[in-house]
């Protein structure tokens, strides 16, 4: 009798310090190119690189979010979608970055936006009176919006943080709010994972994301807040407005609301039936998993920062 065929070895699963290297190492070289995009001595090239980033990044976030609504079996209009998210921050761009003409205010910004997005769902109407195979107009509708305003129109609070000092006349630097805002999430995200795998025993939603636990939440909003002393104490001035109260406040809020914004995307990976959102980033998966914390993060900095900061 002939011997069997050998059977091929089952892959041996990556360590856990392996992965946290290659989620380091995918994370901090995203965002050096990102801050050194906004730290470049020329302004013009600091802004339009750091434009060119953001676009980017919003642009393969949404591909992978409709990749992951199209994976779930549902509807949307990825294109008009895509289209619409990147026409978004490259207009939010020139109109707050003087291009358009004339001085802006935040809640000119904000009007701006609402215009923007009034027209974007009236075009999505037009686009499905045109559609002759697609029945589910209420779906594709639903979906495509939601994929704008989940992606492009979150990640635009970034610029609107960056340009929010001149638009309220304060003589300082944006870029070191941007450069404070990366680093608290970021550093939430680190001490989630590292508690999480070290002491972590208590899930926190299971059904949703089987690697959260109580203890890496609590690792979030300890290493997250003292990210955020540290770097107070560190800038100086050069954060307008913060001072140690601010600096615990906006270090909790932000490292709790990164983690609720990584379990947001886990749902929706979850949904879809995958693990990652995409494989762009060794270790780490997809744009999204790469930017999820930051999402929903971004609108409560620019939101303290015009409220309580200024």
Not at 90 to 103: C, Q, V
Not at 117 to 142: D, H, M, P, Y
């Amino acid at each position: 009798m002939a011997d069997p065929l050998p059977t091929s070895a089952a892959p041996v699963p990556i360590s856990k310090g392996r992965t946290f290297i290659r989620r380091l190492a995918s994370s901090v070289t995203l965002w050096t190119v990102v801050i050194l995009s906004l730290f470049c001595p020329n302004k013009t090239i600091s802004d339009y690189l750091f434009l060119l980033i953001m676009v980017a990044i919003a642009w393969l976030g949404m591909r992978e979010f409709y990749g992951l609504v199209e994976k779930r079996g549902l509807v949307c209009f990825k294109a008009w979608g895509i289209f619409g998210g990147l026409l978004l921050m490259s207009a939010t761009f020139f109109r707050l970055s003087g291009e358009m003409g004339g001085t802006v205010s935040p809640a000119q910004v904000n009007d701006f936006e609402t215009g923007f997005l009034i027209l974007f769902v009236l075009g999505l109407c037009v686009r499905q009176f045109v559609s002759k195979s697609n029945t589910a107009g209420i779906l594709a509708i639903s979906t495509t919006l939601f994929g704008l305003m989940y992606v492009p129109w979150l990640l635009n609070f970034l610029q609107k943080i960056n340009y929010f000092p001149a638009m309220a006349g304060i003589k300082v630097n944006g870029n070191f709010y941007i450069l404070y805002f990366i680093l608290v999430t970021k550093f939430s995200d680190l001490g989630a994972y590292c508690t999480g795998s070290l002491i972590g025993k208590h899930k926190m939603i299971p059904r949703i994301s089987p690697g959260k636990t109580w203890e890496g939440f609590g690792g979030a909003i300890v290493i997250s807040t003292l990210a955020s002393v540290i770097f107070f104490k560190v800038s100086g001035t050069r954060l307008y407005g913060m001072n140690l109260t601010h600096a615990i406040i906006l270090g909790v809020a932000l490292s709790v609301c990164a983690v609720i914004g990584d379990l947001i995307e886990s749902l929706f990976k979850r949904e879809a039936g995958v693990k990652d959102s995409g494989n762009f980033f060794p270790g780490i998966g997809g744009i999204l998993d790469l930017v999820d914390s930051l999402l929903f993060n971004a609108p409560i900095m620019y939101l303290y920062l015009r409220h309580f900061l200024t």
